[in-house]
């Protein structure tokens, strides 16, 4: 019933910026959390960030902190992450999560029930 869509991958040159967004619905994550993992063709799927929904404490990968910022809109069941500063290493499909990790699960998908289809973003040299 809860369903994830994301949008707004695309195509970017190193150096440049993008927008993913995640929209929600059929339900709310009520003391939950949210996040962003990507996938690049041949590797495992990697923690990206999370933020939770309440408090909207925030949490990065070593790899993108300064670089790609994660955000929510209440009103509009959304999810953002803004991307800056792309590098040819952040190509891969990008995923949004929901569910009820522990503190310690927040990087793992499998505290995760909830997915997206993913969004394609490819950066060039």
């Known amino acids: 019933q809860v369903q994830l869509v994301e949008s707004g991958g695309g195509w970017v040159q190193a150096g440049g910026s993008l927008r993913l967004s995640c929209t929600f619905s059929?339900?709310?994550?009520?003391?939950?959390?949210m996040a962003w993992f990507r996938q690049a063709p041949g590797k495992e799927r990697e923690f990206v960030t999370a933020?939770?929904?309440?408090?909207?404490?925030?949490y990065y990968a070593d790899s993108v902190k300064g670089r790609f910022t994660i955000s929510k809109d209440n009103t509009k069941s959304a999810l953002y992450l803004q991307m800056n500063s792309l590098k040819p290493e952040d190509t891969a499909v990008y995923y949004c999560?929901?569910?009820?990790?522990?503190?310690?699960?927040?990087?793992?998908?499998?505290?995760?029930?909830?997915w997206g289809q993913g969004t394609q973003v490819t950066v060039s040299s």
């Open positions: 999560a929901g569910g009820y990790p522990s503190s310690g699960d927040y990087g793992r998908g499998p505290g995760y029930r909830y």
């Open positions: 059929g339900g709310i994550f009520i003391n939950g959390v």
């Open positions: 933020i939770t929904w309440t408090r909207g404490s925030t």
